[in-house]
């Protein structure tokens, strides 16, 4: 009982320090009224400056593209770590999975989930979704196929070696749009003044590099999730 009144004591300072600094860290006057400022420049000028009906893509992979990068390379590190700190762990497959019943069920929904997750995926950057948000459902279904099915069953439709080929590929991708800024003489990640077609407002083929983009983000993040419960699932056999 009194390790459990000095742990809940702990827990209420903790609490009370990370409130006091939330509260110090609030936005003065000033500050609120230039991210209201800043707020109303991405609303009112999002589809003039980026091409994209949905705003929160041209943010992400417009005005701070750089910062989307930032996040992709934690991904990539995230990825990298997980799969050589597990590279010598072996496969201990399950060979039986669950019931006919669920089979039958995610042979049925599969095909949904799999277009679900492409949709959201390339027309993300005319409707509400995106890269990540899309590349996250990819990752589901393969977790999925391994729950059900069993990893081996799992490991043989979609290679480990092929998702991480396919990851870095993504990541390459990325790389290779945002250096194109550079060799028209704009810059580093620049879309639309980078010479990259902005096409008509809505339609699948608009928003310059920003459809391209969202597509290298969700392949990267679906592989790159798929391919961390791959390596931390594998265990020693029994």
């Excluded at 009112?44 to 949905?54: I, K, P, R, Y």
């Excluded at 041209?58 to 992709?72: H, I, K, N, P, S």
């Amino acid at each position: 009982m009194k390790l459990h009144r000095i742990g809940v004591a702990i827990l209420i300072v903790i609490l009370s320090v990370t409130l006091a600094g939330a509260l110090a860290e609030l936005p003065s006057v000033e500050q609120r009224t230039s991210t209201s400022q800043l707020t109303r420049r991405v609303i009112d000028g999002g589809l003039q400056d980026t091409g994209a009906l949905n705003l929160v893509s041209a943010v992400l992979f417009d005005y701070r593209a750089f910062d989307t990068l930032g996040e992709a390379t934690v991904i990539f590190a995230a990825v990298a770590g997980v799969v050589m700190l597990f590279y010598q762990a072996p496969l201990h497959p399950s060979s039986i999975g669950l019931s006919m019943l669920a089979k039958r069920s995610l042979d049925s929904i599969g095909p949904f989930v799999f277009l679900a997750g492409m949709y959201v995926v390339l027309y993300g950057h005319i409707s509400p979704g995106g890269g990540f948000q899309g590349g996250v459902i990819l990752a589901t279904l393969t977790i999925l196929i391994s729950i059900v099915y069993g990893l081996e069953t799992e490991r043989r439709l979609l290679d480990p070696t092929f998702k991480t080929t396919l990851e870095s590929s993504a990541a390459l991708l990325f790389m290779v749009i945002a250096f194109g800024g550079i060799l028209t003489g704009e810059y580093f990640l620049s879309n639309l003044s980078a010479g990259f077609p902005r096409g008509e407002a809505g339609s699948l083929l608009s928003a310059g590099s920003l459809a391209p983009l969202n597509a290298a983000i969700g392949l990267k993040v679906g592989a790159g999730l798929a391919l961390i419960f791959y390596s931390m699932v594998k265990r020693e056999p029994e």
